[in-house]
């Protein structure tokens, strides 16, 4: 794991005056599970937000397989090879399981989006949409072999979940559980077959036994040798699943490392439960009481 997949170097972030993200750096290595772990408000999101493109640092750099992306937006990045799941579950209410997977396929089409570099300049970004159109009604030999190809991949990725998404393939995304939505994210997310997947805690708002079922999801992925950098509030995942954890807060890296020895830093319990207060001494202690 010598070799980084992503290199996330001095990286900052302010608003109105507040440093929300200040002079991070970390690395992901191939295959590597990397979890951020931190108080609210210690810059979590706001981390992952910038490396996948939802905003734009104020400084630092952010390189994917040699590749800078700082300055792309989302859809650029998610043609790298980022996908991200969110904290608050982002799904296609009237869109069914399979169409809302569908949708992660976006970015891979090529037979289906003529013309697709043109998207970038601002002027000539009718001719990508026209050209879409023109496939859309009339269609192409090309086409219609792309579309064979999302239709087995939307299919791989229902597999993936099947106990859970199998039967509700063709329902409306507005009708399932939380738990299921936050699976048609992940199987959203992993259609795009991305060389680094961003999870926001995916297991927010679930009991116990949906966190199990999402922890042994994740090692799969883990097993496959998927990279994953997770935010995560349920430690006891975290340390199941991750190969190194990053602590912050305030904005900064007050920790890193392997999980267990984490979890015993002296500065990250400090973050988490607060100093430890001295008692109060007693001003005159010869007084009577």
Request: cysteine-free; glycine content about 8%; charged content about 25%.
């Amino acid at each position: 794991m010598s070799e980084s997949l992503l290199q996330v170097t001095g990286l900052e972030r302010h608003f109105d005056g507040l440093k929300a993200v200040d002079g991070v750096s970390f690395s992901v290595a191939p295959g590597e599970v990397v979890s951020i772990i931190g108080p609210n408000g210690s810059g979590k999101t706001t981390t992952l937000n910038l490396v996948t493109g939802t905003i734009r640092p104020h400084a630092g750099t952010i390189t994917l397989e040699g590749t800078r992306i700082e300055k792309a937006d989302s859809a650029r990045i998610a043609e790298h090879g980022i996908a991200r799941t969110f904290q608050n579950g982002r799904v296609f209410a009237t869109l069914s399981v399979a169409d809302n997977i569908e949708v992660g396929l976006h970015s891979t089409l090529r037979a289906s989006r003529p013309f697709r570099g043109l998207s970038n300049i601002f002027l000539l970004r009718w001719i990508p949409l026209l050209g879409e159109l023109f496939v859309a009604i009339v269609g192409t030999p090309g086409s219609r072999r792309e579309e064979k190809q999302v239709a087995s991949a939307v299919d791989a990725e229902i597999h993936r979940f099947e106990a859970r998404l199998g039967p509700r393939r063709d329902d409306p995304a507005y009708s399932l559980s939380y738990a299921n939505r936050r699976r048609t994210e992940i199987a959203r997310a992993m259609a795009l077959r991305p060389r680094l997947l961003v999870l926001d805690e995916p297991t927010a708002g679930m009991n116990q036994s949906e966190t199990t079922e999402v922890l042994e999801q994740l090692l799969d992925l883990k097993a496959e040798g998927q990279a994953i950098l997770l935010v995560e509030h349920k430690l006891d995942l975290v340390m199941r699943v991750s190969d190194r954890v990053i602590v912050m807060d305030g904005g900064r890296i007050i920790a890193e490392g392997a999980p267990e020895a984490v979890r015993q830093n002296p500065a990250v319990i400090e973050a988490y439960i607060g100093r430890r207060r001295e008692p109060a001494r007693d001003p005159n202690p010869g007084a009577p009481e």
